[in-house]
């Protein structure tokens, strides 16, 4: 079935099923969508994730917590790899896909999408919990996040004062106490973040790659790779500054290191959702299992296991996980990028790091 034809099919069942509608009586938990007959045949379902205690969420959660596999009486199966390795099969295998729903990360939705894995004509538009996700946890109308994970300033509050925005990386008092994400782990990813507070753009990144490069001459900062350094370097106080993750903050936080987190001005808006495969076999299946994961309640059930913050705007989580939701004032403070634009220019980029941040 050509992508096109398929396509059309979607809007129309789309269009016909009306989302909102029952049918019968019958109506799937936190999808809003009638239970078709073909789904009734025991499909085959294939949802491709990692593996460990961030997998077996996903299952308990959307899988079974959610109703979805008893509701859709559908045979569910894993491929279980890393997300790397779900980008590359999915690019291989985009004209005929080994599995029918991946979870990643935004950045990798768009490399799929870019690669035309994911179907252009994708509208995630008419599902019931899709406008309670506000548009920093959007890519286009294909791909939609249920958790954020957000890269702002965490900072040491002994040697620290409370930051105004990403210059006080540059401020003299912090020289060699200051880190920047290694460009193969977030740093590629943030780059864009500081870029656009810089004024610049996906396409002209130089604004940022100068001024990291000004930083690595003054500054002499750290370039940690993995999450476990920038949380020993900051438990041993050598680390005073640096983009890095809320959720991990707040880790730092209740292990008892003097540390807070603060939001600046294009802070890094990166999200956990689930990209459909272009040419699945299950297309109705898809679009509700992905309606699942934006749904408040199973959104809630997710953080009170992994304490980030949910992206639907109607969830009410229990007072000791409040402070893990980012602030409603704190949305519109993300920076506006677009996903493709930046994965198609990696490359590029990484060439430039290496010649003016790396070897300033």
Same mark, same amino acid.
């Given at each position: ?11 129309? $069942?789309?269009? +016909?099923?009306?989302? &909102? /509608? ?12 009638? %239970? =078709? ?64 729903? $991946?979870?990643? +990360?935004?950045?990798? &939705? /768009? ?12 509208? %995630? =538009? ?235």
């Amino acid at each position: 079935m050509s992508t096109k034809k398929r396509a059309m099919d979607r809007r129309e $069942f789309l269009k +016909y099923a009306g989302y &909102a /509608a029952t049918i019968g009586g019958g109506m799937l938990m936190g999808a809003g969508m009638p %239970l =078709s007959r073909k789904a009734s045949a025991k499909a085959k379902f294939t949802l491709a994730r990692v593996g460990g205690s961030w997998g077996d969420g996903l299952v308990k959660v959307f899988v079974e917590g959610s109703g979805f596999r008893k509701k859709w009486d559908v045979e569910v199966e894993y491929a279980v790899q890393i997300d790397s390795v779900s980008v590359s099969k999915g690019i291989i295998n985009k004209e005929n896909p080994i599995f029918d729903v $991946f979870n990643s +990360y935004n950045t990798d &939705a /768009a490399k799929l999408y870019s690669a035309g894995a994911i179907d252009p004509d994708l509208d %995630l =538009s008419g599902l019931s919990n899709y406008e309670d996700i506000p548009p920093q946890a959007k890519v286009g109308k294909y791909f939609a996040g249920f958790l954020y994970l957000n890269i702002g300033l965490c900072y040491n509050t002994k040697y620290v004062k409370r930051p105004e925005s990403y210059r006080d990386m540059w401020n003299p008092k912090y020289k060699g106490r200051v880190g920047i994400p290694a460009y193969g782990w977030n740093g590629r990813y943030w780059l864009h973040a500081i870029n656009k507070f810089l004024g610049g753009t996906e396409d002209n990144t130089m604004p940022a790659i100068e001024a990291l490069g000004d930083l690595m001459k003054k500054q002499k900062p750290l370039v940690p790779d993995t999450v476990d350094l920038v949380k020993k370097l900051f438990h041993a106080g050598e680390l005073w500054i640096m983009p890095f993750w809320d959720g991990r903050t707040r880790q730092l936080i209740e292990e008892g290191a003097p540390v807070d987190f603060f939001w600046p001005q294009d802070y890094l808006a990166l999200f956990h959702g689930m990209a459909i495969m272009n040419n699945t076999k299950v297309p109705e299946i898809c679009m509700d299992f992905v309606n699942a994961t934006l749904a408040p309640r199973n959104q809630v059930e997710f953080v009170k296991i992994f304490k980030y913050s949910p992206t639907n705007r109607r969830c009410e989580l229990p007072r000791e996980l409040e402070g893990v939701k980012v602030p409603e004032k704190e949305l519109e403070k993300a920076a506006d990028i677009d996903w493709v634009k930046v994965v198609n220019n990696l490359e590029k980029n990484l060439e430039l790091w290496n010649k003016h941040v790396l070897g300033a």
